[in-house]
Structures are given as C-alpha cells and as structure tokens.
C-alpha cells in the first residue's frame, strides 16, 4: 500500500496520512495503527504516535513489539519510568528483545525522590510488579548475570539504604 | 429426586465389616442408603468385592445402573456422576479415607459426615496435604464422626472443632456366637494369635518387620489375607471366617503389636470370647487401658515373661488380664454400641442441618464465620513465612522467639486493648495459624489474611501477592498500624504509608562483625540495608534491653538523635500458658530418648553467639567429673561451621541427644528434669528467655554474665551461678555446684526470681507497647 511505500522512502509525513486513509476503511486494523504510530513518532508527533501505539495495545494486548516501540518513544521523550514500565511489559509478553531485557535486568527505578518515607501509590506497586515479572524472564532468558533479589528491587525502589549512622 | 419419605443416604465405605453392621444398621433406621461398588483396581483386603445390584432402591433403574456402573474410590466424580449425586441423595456418609472424601467435596454440595475408626497418620496433615483445607473448615452441613477420642487426641485442633459426635463401632456379629468360647475350652494350643494382613502393603510390610524383630519365636500364627506368602510358617493367611474365629478360641493368646492410633479388631474379637490378650506399650489399645498395665508389654523380658504365662495357661495372670478387659471389650460391644449409632446417626442424617461453617475464607480474608467484616481498627502482622508456628503432635507451637512474642502480644491487646489483629500468613501455615489463634480467632478478636505464596516466597506469583497486599493495608482505612516483627524477612513493608512498629530484638552482626549470619557476607549486609530502611520508616522500634537499645545508633538502625523511637519492653514468660501437661506417649519418648540419665539442657538454635564448640568443650569436661551425664539440644550441629568438628574432636557425639520442635509442655518436662540448664551464650538481645523458664519450672542455671541478665538483676545477679564468658574452669565450677547442690541452688534462684518476676509479666510488657500501637495501657483501661 501506499503507506508502506512512503515509509520505505523515508517519507513519514506521507506515510501517516496513507496509514490514517487506511485506518479510515479499516478501523480496527492491528497493523495500521502499529505504522502509524512509527510513522508519527519518525514525524516528530509524538503525543499522537503515543495515542496510536496505545489504540494498537488495546486491540492487541499480547503483541509485545509494539509495547517494546512505545517503550523507545516514552525512553526518547525521557519519560524513563514509563518507558521501563512498557520494556517490562514487553518481556512479559514474550518480547527477546536484547535491549528491552538489558533495561529490565538492570532497573534502578527511580520514581520519585528517593527518601524512604515516601507513601507509594498503585503505579508504582504496578511498575515494581512488572519489574519482578520481566526480571524472572531475564533471569531464564539469553542474559547470565543474576537478577536483582526482590528485597533489592524495593531498596531500589525506596533510594538508597542509609547504613552509616545518620547524624 | 431426593428421598421423599425418607432421606437417601450414599454410603462410600464397601469394607466387609461395616457393610453389615454399620451400613446396614442405617437401613434399619429408617434410611434408604445406596451402596456403590468396589470395582476400583486398588487392593484393598478389607474391601467387600461383591457387587450389590440386589440392595433396597427407589432410585430409577437408569440411575441406579449409571451409579453402579461408576468407580468412586480412588477416582475424580465426573460431572454427569455429581449431577446425579446431587440430584439424587440427601447425604453422603464418607468413611476412612481422606481421599474419598476429598473427591465427594469437591462435587456435592449436601450434607456429608466423614465417618473414621482410627488411623495410623495424622488425617487432618493429610487433608492439608490433599488441598481440602481452607474449604473443609467454611463448609456447613459438615460433620466428622470418629469412633474413640483416643484415636484423634493428636489431630490438629481444627479438625477436633469439626468432629460432632464419637460414635464407638462394634465388632461383627457373628463373633457374638463365640461370647465366652476361649474361656469355655480347657485345652488351648501352643499358640500365640496374632494379625498381620497384606504384608505387601508398606505399612503393614513395616508392622510385619517390627513384629519380627520383635519376635522371632515360632509360637506365633500370624493371621489376616495375603496376596503373596513369604517363606514364614508363622503365617496363616486368609481362613474362611468360622475357621479364625475357631482357631482363635483355639490359641493361648493373642498379641496386639501395632503401636500406632489404629485399633484392629481382631484382638476384640479375641476378648469377646473371653481370650486374654497382651498388646504393646504406645497402641491404641493400650491407650483404652489407662493406667491398667495388666497386659501391656513394657520390654522384651516382660514379653517373654507374659508369653510364658499364657502358654502355660497361668490362672491368675489370665485371670487378671480378662477381668481388665472387659471396658475395653464394651466398647465394641454391640449391645452398647448400636444405641449410641442410632442416637447419633439418626439426629444427623434426619435434621435439618448438622452445622454452620465456623470459618468464612473469602481469599484472602480468613474470620470466623459472621465477623470477617470488623470494622475495628487492626493492627497488621506481618508472619508470611513458612515455620514460624508449626503442628506438633497435633497441637501448634511457635518455636522461635518472634511468634512467641507476637503470641503474647495478641493476647495482651485482647485481654486489655481495643485493636484487633490481623495475622497475615502463607497457605501452608494457615492451618497451624488458626490453631495458634484459635481462642482470638473464635472471639473474633484476630482474622487471618492468607498469602498463598510458593515455595520460592520470590517467585513471581508469589511476589505478586506480597505487593498485593501492601495495597490492601495500605487503602484498609481501619489500619492502625504494621508490626513488621523481623528486619528483613519482609522487605516489601518498606511500601507502606502506614505507621509501621519493627521489632527488633538484637542484631548481632554488629556485634560479632567477623561472622556471617547468613549464607554469605553479602546476604548479611543486603539485610541490614533492609532492616535499617525499615527501621528509618518506622514510627517506633521495639526491643527488649536496654543492652540493644544502647546499640542499635551505632549499628545505623536509628540516628543518634532519635533513639527516642526505640521502646524497651522487656519480655514475659513466653509460652506459658501453652505448656499443657503431656500426654503418655511423649512422655514415654521423652523417657525413653533420656534412659533414665542426667542431663544438661540448652533449648536454643545453633547460632554463632550461642557458643556451642565451648559449650560441648564443657560438656566433655563436665562428663569426666559425671560419666552419665548427657546434653540435650534442640539445634543442629551444623548450623554452624566448626560445631560438629567440635563434638567429633572431644568424642562427645553419643552423649548429644537432639530433640526438635518440642512442644511447650515437652520444653517444660525436660526443665523439670534437666541437671541444669547451660546457657553458654555471649551474646543475647534480651534477658534470656531459657532463664525465664528455667525459673518458673525449676531447673538449676548457669550461664554466662551477660548485660542483659545484669542490667535487670543488679545485686541479685550475685545469688545465680554467673559465669564469664568462654571461661572453662568458671563454668566447670558451677556446673559442679548446680549439680551437686541442686536444693540450694534452686532456693537462690528462687530468692531472684521473687524479685524479678513483677518486671517480666505480660502486663508489665503490655504496659510497655501499648502506646506504640495507639491503644491505652491497663493501668488506664483499668
């Protein structure tokens, strides 16, 4: 299709509009929405690349190529935690992916600031799950080195842990 | 459908005997009961392999034919089966075999009474094992109908809460044409009776070597079907009925040899006809005796002894062995039994509903019935690991000293506050939990929330529910506060917004800095990040020493400017009100692991500051001045590298006894006896709770000069046999003295204890952590 085209070209403004014409006929095509979020994000529209990427998530929730794409959108608009969140996601899924798997092994996930008084709320919970989930698969996966044991993964979580006398 | 006039009843049993007293005694009554087939491929001797297509039946003939057609034992019901069962019976009476009843619970959603006659295990360990706990405890119109208390006396608390009735069951009746026939013979042969079945079968493989062992004389017919004979011309084998019962009466004796909670009936059948017979020491049958010990075997001399008499017909002996029979052979008399049956099974097959459940499970929310929904404030426990509270012979114990703690602190907020608790816990330990708590948990003072966590309590799945439950304390609006009673086991607590209280009793890597208390150096130090972040969070950190207290700023657990946030409650007597007096047969294994020697006591885990290469260095050294001398423990040599070195180096290894998980009543019986208790340690967080027992139950102490003993003694340190640390000739010293002067030790003992005992009692502790928790203290609720 023309949209295909476009984007082997390298022509992303036009490739968006082929793949928007396309969705128009065909609304709930899984694969449109998934080009159509790379062309936006190749466009530089990122917010309407994250809208795309999410309509292709909820068609397709056990797909885990796009929520690895979505992950190097948030990662390239430095939005680290999400990022982490959709890299975790996709190791879930199934995802391979070296460098998804190589984040996930190696989280530090700083979601705030890191004092260990903080009251932490359902998203972080939820990150902190997909974390422990992602980093089992790591641990069965192509990588070696041993994965973080999940007391470590909260002190990572709360900052660090102060074991000199405070003054 | 159901029965109309009168209840239908399917009876899942087929055991020759029951088939015709029991099951048929329930169509006497009135009740029409379906007796389905035994066509599984399992042996089973006992099984009545007759198939019943003639039995009484006003299911339709389809119907009838679908049931009898089915394989129930041993087997999954298939759903098109449960519809039936369902459809059609107003109750199902399951017997013996936790499986069957297992198999019908899971499909039928009627009344069931699991009917039982004694079994050589523990049948509620195999419920739990099987998957039937939770859902067997919240199931109404649920009854477990056992023969004898005797035979479940070690069964777990929960189930004896289930069981509605004992219900005695009788011996065949075709014995009763035997009443009195050994007695009525004057010739008796040179024969000891005796019952061993299917010895291919392991358990009874293992009671066919026992025997053996046992006795090797030829006297001995060994009677009971056998799918293969071994080269033994003791055993008989199946005989037609009359023929047994004939050779029976026939025979000099009869011996009982089973040693466990099971009572065959053979040896009944042999009082029935007025036989003596003899039985071994720990049976159920001696258990019926009591204190009688006519016929009891004691040890191979009395064996022989009491074998000998029957064999020579010895009047007096066999006099007196019948005469205390007889209790015994009622209880399986018919005459007495069948009222009792049809009493009982006729109230709990004819109303309308046997029982309400007395437990509500909705995951992970465990209550007794009716009062799950509290909404009081709660005081959350963290206890989701594996071994704190365990069964042992039935009854839950905790063994280490942070669920003893938590004990007395529950009790305390039930006795004097106004929180209530909830336990959070794994699946695994739900059901010695629940024991633990039973009394809190049935005033509906405690609630359990259940984690069903996996082996790995950091698997996924696991983990998964460990966060879960965070985000439930954390959005339960009626929590008040988290007791995190460990410093690492439960790192996830550092996610709470709650005010969260750690208890931390000690924390000996700071004090013994070269020594790995864990697997490695680095799991070490990962747990104090953990403990440490948790101590930072916390509103409050309880210890028991000022001793601790003084430390705990250098270890970095708290700043410098903030010890403040650190209570000391010094602790109670841990566990007293759980030391029950035993029952004969621990009594008797305790006994018998001693054999009658002195022995020192040191009920501890091995750890690195307990000091045990000194301790059994002292034990070598004290046993040159008292060769008899043994060394009970209640850790593991290897718990510590260097230790089992030690006791193979001074060649003390077969005077160690090791006793584990000892229930309280066992810890307190082996005090009152002990030559002394040796407490080596170096290094204690508290006032050693081994002291506090020592005591109040009377054993002799020495042990080393530690600040916490002095910091509450003062003075009065000066009346107790303190010895310094790792001084070998201090402690041979004393020990001579607690051995060798008991009394008078034990009247300066009791001069301290006087003084001691108002600073160690639960109120005083309550006093104490009270307000950590936001509750008033007693002398104000007062």
């Known amino acids: ?167 | 459908m159901k029965g109309a006039d009168r209840p239908r009843v399917f009876w899942l049993g087929a055991h020759k005997v029951l088939k015709h007293t029991e099951l048929a005694h329930l169509r006497e009554l009135g009740f029409e009961v379906f007796n389905p087939p035994y066509i599984s491929p399992i042996y089973d001797q006992s099984m009545d392999l007759r198939l019943d297509f003639d039995q009484p039946t006003t299911l339709p003939p389809a119907e009838f034919a679908r049931l009898m057609a089915h394989d129930f034992f041993y087997t999954v019901v298939p759903e098109d089966i449960a519809e039936l069962l369902n459809a059609y019976f107003d109750a199902i009476v399951v017997t013996i075999n936790a499986n069957w009843l297992k198999s019908i619970l899971d499909v039928f959603h009627g009344r069931v009474i699991y009917r039982i006659y004694g079994q050589h295990f523990s049948l509620s360990q195999k419920i739990v094992e099987i998957g039937l706990w939770p859902s067997i405890i919240c199931r109404e119109d649920f009854a477990i109908v056992p023969f004898a208390l005797e035979s479940v006396e070690r069964e777990h608390r929960w189930f004896l809460d289930l069981c509605a009735d004992f219900v005695p069951y009788q011996i065949p009746d075709d014995v009763f044409e035997y009443t009195g026939a050994w007695a009525h013979r004057a010739d008796h042969k040179v024969e000891i009776a005796t019952s061993i079945p299917n010895i291919l079968n392991p358990y009874f493989a293992a009671a066919y070597a026992d025997f053996c062992a046992d006795y090797p004389h030829r006297i001995f017919s060994i009677y009971g079907p056998q799918r293969a004979h071994p080269a033994d011309p003791r055993i008989v084998g199946a005989l037609h009925r009359r023929t047994f019962l004939e050779r029976l009466a026939a025979s000099a004796g009869y011996l009982y040899n089973y040693k466990d909670g099971v009572c065959y009936l053979p040896p009944i059948e042999m009082m029935q006809m007025a036989g003596p017979v003899l039985y071994a020491r720990g049976s159920l049958l001696a258990r019926f005796y009591g204190e009688a010990s006519v016929g009891r075997i004691e040890d191979r001399v009395d064996a022989e002894r009491k074998l000998r008499w029957l064999l020579h017909g010895d009047e007096r002996f066999i006099g007196e062995l019948v005469a205390a029979q007889e209790p015994v052979r009622r209880r399986y008399d018919r005459a007495v039994v069948r009222p009792v049956f049809a009493e009982v099974f006729s109230r709990l097959l004819g109303s309308d509903k046997i029982s309400e459940p007395s437990f509500s499970y909705s995951p992970p929310m465990l209550a007794v019935s009716g009062k799950s929904a509290s909404p009081r404030r709660q005081l959350y426990v963290l206890m989701h690991a594996d071994g704190l509270v365990v069964h042992q012979n039935g009854r839950a114990y905790a063994f280490e000293g942070i669920p003893r703690v938590v004990d007395v602190l529950v009790d305390a907020l039930a006795q004097w506050g106004d929180l209530d608790v909830t336990i959070v816990t794994t699946l695994r330990s739900s059901p010695a939990m629940r024991d633990f708590f039973a009394e809190r948990l049935a005033a509906g003072r405690v609630r359990l929330h259940v984690l069903e966590l996996g082996e790995d309590r950091e698997d996924e799945g696991s983990i998964q529910q460990r966060l879960s439950l965070i985000e439930k304390i954390n959005a339960d609006p009626n929590t008040q506060a988290v007791l995190v009673p460990h410093y690492y086991l439960f790192p996830e607590a550092l996610l709470l917004n709650r005010d969260v209280v750690l208890y931390l009793p000690d924390y000996f890597p700071h004090l013994m800095p070269d020594v790995a208390f864990d697997v490695s150096r680095d799991k070490d130090r990962e747990n104090k990040a953990v403990g440490v972040a948790i101590a930072s969070k916390a509103r409050r950190v309880l210890t028991n020493s000022e001793f601790t207290r003084g430390y705990l700023a250098d270890a970095g657990f708290v700043a410098a400017n903030e010890t403040e946030k650190v209570v000391v409650a010094p602790l109670p007597l841990l566990g007293a009100r759980r030391a029950e007096p035993l029952d004969e047969a621990e009594q008797r294994r305790l006994s018998d692991a001693l054999a009658g020697r002195r022995f020192l006591f040191y009920p501890t885990a091995n750890r690195p500051n307990k000091q045990w290469v000194f301790l059994l260095r002292l034990f070598a050294n004290a046993r040159l001045a008292y060769p008899d001398l043994a060394l009970v423990l209640t850790g593991s040599l290897t718990s510590v590298p260097g230790v089992a070195e030690a006791a193979a180096r001074w060649e003390v290894g077969e005077h160690l006894l090791f006793l584990h998980h000892l229930e309280e009543g066992s810890v307190r019986w082996l005090y009152e006896r002990c030559a002394a208790l040796c407490l080596t340690s170096t290094l204690e967080g508290n006032f050693p709770p081994q002291m506090l027992e020592a005591f109040t139950y009377g054993a002799p102490i020495v042990a080393t000069r530690l600040p916490t003993i002095t910091e509450a003694l003062g003075d009065l340190a000066s009346e107790l046999l303190l010895c310094e640390p790792l001084q070998l000739e201090d402690f041979r010293a004393k020990l001579a003295i607690a051995i060798d002067d008991r009394r008078s030790t034990l009247a300066r003992q009791a001069r301290v204890w006087a003084a001691l005992r108002a600073r160690n009692t639960p109120e005083a502790f309550f006093r104490r952590v009270a307000p950590m928790f936001g509750v008033r203290a007693p002398a104000e609720a007062a």
């Open chain 1, 1 to 167: 299709m023309d949209g295909d085209r476009h984007r082997n070209e390298g022509r992303w403004d036009e490739a968006a509009a082929a793949y928007a014409a396309g969705l128009k006929a065909k609304p709930n095509a899984f694969p449109y929405w998934v080009q159509y979020g790379h062309a936006l994000k190749e466009s530089g529209r990122f917010e309407a690349a994250e809208a795309a990427y999410l309509r292709a998530i909820a068609l397709r929730g056990d797909e885990p190529d796009v929520r690895l794409q979505l992950g190097h959108l948030y990662k390239s608009t430095g939005r680290g935690d999400r990022a982490l969140l959709c890299y975790a996601e996709a190791v879930e899924a199934g995802s391979t992916d070296r460098f998804a798997l190589e984040e996930v092994r190696n989280a530090r996930v700083r979601v705030s600031e890191p004092t260990p008084l903080r009251a932490f709320d359902a998203a972080t919970l939820a990150i902190l799950r997909r974390l422990v989930a992602a980093s089992g698969k790591a641990k069965a996966g192509v990588h070696s080195s041993r994965a973080p044991s999940f007391a470590r993964l909260i002190l990572d979580s709360v900052g660090p842990a102060t074991t000199e006398p405070r003054p």
